[in-house]
């Protein structure tokens, strides 16, 4: 939640929030990016038929895991813009 000196910042330059709103999803895809290509080069340097199938599922968990934490990072990302949409309404009202 924004504090009232957030909000003051704000309004005195409602583009900070949108970069800082950019900001926050470009470091969580950089993140996510980072291990999608770590995870593919621990599968493309080690076959399936030589790995064994618990490092397998594990792998695959743990991709699963950081495309939840992609989504949500998203959705939390469109939250925020449509917080921050409504405080810019607000505050342009009074």
Known sequence: MLTSGDIKRIK???EIRIKEL?????IALEI???YQRE???????R???TMDEVAYRELQAENEELKKDLARAKEDHQYDNLVHQQEL???LKK
């Open 12 to 14: 005195k330059d409602p």
């Open 22 to 26: 950019e900001n926050s999803l470009s």
């Open 32 to 34: 996510n990016n980072k």
């Open 39 to 45: 995870n593919a080069l621990l599968l493309r340097n």
């Open 47 to 49: 076959p399936l038929d």
């Open 89 to 91: 309404e607000r505050a």
